[in-house]
């Protein structure tokens, strides 16, 4: 089992930043591979970006692709999503994923745990 707990999220203005954190417990975090996904208000869940188990690969979305990076630091068993440049219709709950395969992936189904969510609100 794995357990995924996201912090900071927040209010921001468009064209500020934040960075989000999400902390795996377990011991075999370096085997999982993890992502990032959003929810808007009335809309369905959709991807926003995905590391392998390394780091070495990285995919995104195309609305946040150049704004947005995902890292992980596998010593603390935790990913990261640096979010420049932010505007308002990136306001959403930004979800924390893991699935127990070594591959990143952007599709939700493939994804085994989940966090609870973090809401992020830009304001124009």
């Known amino acids: 089992q794995v357990q995924l707990v996201e912090s900071g999220g927040g209010l921001v203005q468009a064209g500020g930043s934040l960075r989000l954190s999400c902390a795996a417990s377990?011991?075999?975090?370096?085997?999982?591979?993890m992502g990032w996904f959003r929810q808007a208000p009335g809309k369905e869940r959709e991807f926003v970006a995905t590391?392998?188990?390394?780091?070495?690969?990285?995919y995104y979305t195309d609305s946040v692709k150049g704004r947005f990076t995902i890292s992980r630091d596998n010593a603390k068993n935790m990913v990261f999503l640096q979010m420049n440049s932010l505007k308002p219709e990136d306001t959403a709950v930004y979800y924390c994923?893991?699935?127990?395969?070594?591959?990143?992936?952007?599709?939700?189904?493939?994804?085994?745990?989940w966090g609870q969510g973090t809401q992020v609100t830009v304001s124009s």
């Open positions: 994923a893991g699935r127990s395969t070594l591959y990143a992936s952007g599709q939700s189904y493939e994804y085994d745990y």
């Open positions: 377990g011991r075999t975090f370096s085997n999982y591979a």
């Open positions: 590391i392998n188990y390394s780091g070495r690969s990285t």
